[in-house]
């Protein structure tokens, strides 16, 4: 079973960036769907941005513009770049797989962004 684990969040000040990164335990060149999700304490888990096997990418609508996902198959590496960063894009951040389709999530253990002055 992929390992996924997450680095690279931290403390950023309003308007600033921060890149996350999830490496994989195995190839992910033939991963069904790889995502980054998101949960603000007291909220439901939210998903932030979403790729394909075939690079198709998805945004929720309020990191639109400002967060890019993208993935390094040569280093089993999925990102998030976050730029103009907002003190409500404060939450953990989590990183999933689902190898297959209809195959179940594997999730890391997620990786804390606070955005605050």
């Known amino acids: 079973q992929v390992q996924l684990v997450e680095s690279g969040g931290g403390l950023v000040q309003p308007g600033g960036s921060l890149r996350l990164s999830c490496v994989a335990s195995k190839n992910i060149s033939s991963i069904y769907f790889m995502a980054w999700y998101r949960q603000a304490q007291g909220k439901q888990r939210e998903l932030v941005a979403s790729i394909t096997s075939s690079a198709s990418t998805n945004y929720a609508d309020s990191v639109k513009g400002r967060f890019t996902i993208s993935k390094d198959n040569a280093k089993n590496t999925l990102y998030l770049q976050m730029n103009s960063l907002r003190p409500e894009d404060t939450a953990v951040y989590y990183c999933?797989?689902?190898?297959?389709?209809?195959?179940?999530?594997?999730w890391g253990q997620g990786t804390q962004v606070t955005v605050s002055s």
């Open positions: 999933t797989v689902v190898p297959w389709r209809g195959a179940s999530g594997i």
